[in-house]
């Protein structure tokens, strides 16, 4: 279902998408399609809060509703199933974010963000896609005024709408769905492939370290500084020569470099006042997940992301990835997953981690212990960073896939018209994402 899409027979040069786009479909201006929310919650007359968190509207449970929330709920925004919400805030910094939301459920939001209508001759589906094709092609970032460039409504409702012929519009939503379907079971069957190979590296990581006979101290005292990160995110920066490791960037003891972003000079600065992690130091994620660790290497300067902790090793007590491999498979694990009980993030606050126990034997003895096990998971890791590149570049198609089609590109009447109804909601389309990677990405997102 995805090779071969014909083009469309007839087209014209559209100057917004820079590419050519079917004639007898209309371009028509954000206003005539769309319509700015205005229903405000006066008097608090309704309770349920709704959230966008990495590109979906969710009802946010009571329990969740601490931190950065406002005193009284008044003035928030009323959305019905079917509108759209856009986070308008902060172009200029965040460029990584998901920016679009397409509403399930009723209930409020905060006014910070746009809440919007379709109208005229979109359907809510199509909308949702058309606007998430314009962020994720970065048009969105080109649209704002002002210093951080905001956002508002009145740059959408200038915003150039292709409109395709109702019948068109549900062929592509049907369309999509369907091969959004296909995609997501392949990334499920990658991401069970990964999970199993993490188990058998940490099965093999617990019987070598499980062998070492020797005392065992508190993590603290094999440390010279254990540093908590700043509790802020720290503004993207594009192509910058600084990296912010995340949570994400953190994954069965290696750093994924794909889970990070870049920033400048001046917030590295900030962000490293309290250490400067440098090579030999282990970052160990404290919160969404708790538990993943590994040695910074060479060759980039780092500051730590929200939810981590930096590790400086005392190098006359204990090997910096021998630490990394207890953490995996020693007796900072049983910790770990005591912490992680009942859910699939768990937190650690400091004196958590320096109160964990670990083994310390000579250090020429855990050095002999890393090269065994390194031999051990080579394998694992290179079949894990294999299949975590086949993820990325699944959903690298799955965005590429529904720009092309939102914006006729190709024409998947005739293959529509062969499938059932859509086999899931449409929303799976642009963001399909497991539990764990959508808390750790939704970082200061309301």
């Known amino acids: 279902m995805f090779r071969d899409l014909p083009p469309y027979a007839q087209t014209t040069q559209d100057p917004f998408w820079s590419a050519p786009t079917p004639s007898h479909w209309s371009m028509q201006p954000g206003l005539a399609v769309l319509q700015e929310n205005r229903r405000k919650n006066d008097g608090l007359i309704e309770s349920r809060v709704l959230s966008l968190s990495y590109g979906r509207v969710v009802v946010k449970p009571v329990e969740k509703q601490h931190g950065l929330v406002p005193d009284s709920y008044e003035g928030y925004q009323i959305l019905d199933p079917g509108d759209i919400v856009v986070r308008p805030t902060d172009l200029q910094n965040d460029q990584t974010s998901i920016r679009v939301g397409h509403v399930k459920d009723h209930g409020i939001i905060t006014s910070a963000y746009i809440g919007l209508r379709p109208t005229g001759g979109w359907s809510d589906s199509y909308a949702y896609l058309y606007l998430t094709v314009v962020d994720s092609s970065k048009r969105i970032y080109g649209m704002g005024s002002g210093l951080r460039q905001q956002l508002g409504w009145s740059d959408l409702k200038r915003m150039p709408c292709l409109v395709p012929p109702a ?27 990964i999970s199993l190979l993490e188990e058998q590296k940490r099965t093999a990581v617990s019987e070598i370290i499980g ?11 094999v440390l010279s500084q254990l540093v908590d990160c700043e509790h802020k995110t720290a503004p993207f920066v594009e192509d910058g020569l600084h990296w912010i490791l995340r949570t994400s960037a953190v994954r069965a003891g290696l750093i994924e470099w794909s889970g ?9 600065e900030s962000w490293t006042k309290r250490a400067v992690p440098e090579a030999g130091d282990v970052i160990f994620t404290r919160e969404a ?11 980039r300067k780092v500051a730590l992301g929200q939810r981590t902790v930096l590790m400086k090793v005392r190098d006359d007590v204990m090997v910096p990835q021998f630490l990394v491999y207890q953490i995996y498979g020693g007796m900072p694990r049983a910790r770990i997953l005591q912490a992680t009980q009942g859910s699939t993030v768990g937190h650690f606050n400091m004196d958590d981690i320096g109160w964990m126990r670990v083994v310390v034997p000579e250090v020429d003895r855990q050095h002999a212990v890393v090269a065994q096990i390194d031999e051990v998971v080579q394998r694992s890791d290179e079949a894990m960073s294999t299949t975590r590149r086949e993820i990325a570049l699944l959903q690298e198609f799955r965005t590429r896939l529904v720009a092309d089609v939102v914006t006729g590109q190709v024409d998947v009447r005739a293959i529509a018209a ?10 799976n389309t642009v963001s399909a994402t497991d539990d764990d990677l959508e808390e750790a990405l939704s970082e200061g997102e309301e």
Do not use: M
């Open 167 to 193: 019948e068109e519009q549900a062929a592509i939503v049907k369309y999509l769905a369907h091969a959004s379907a296909r995609i997501d079971k392949t990334i499920a069957a990658k991401r069970s492939l």
């Open 211 to 221: 062998r070492i006979k020797g005392g065992n101290r508190e993590l603290r005292h």
């Open 260 to 268: 990070a972003y870049t920033t400048d000079a001046v917030s590295y």
């Open 289 to 299: 997940p708790v538990g993943e660790a590994a040695v910074i290497p060479e060759g």
């Open 418 to 427: 062969t499938l059932p109804d859509a086999p899931e909601s449409i929303d």
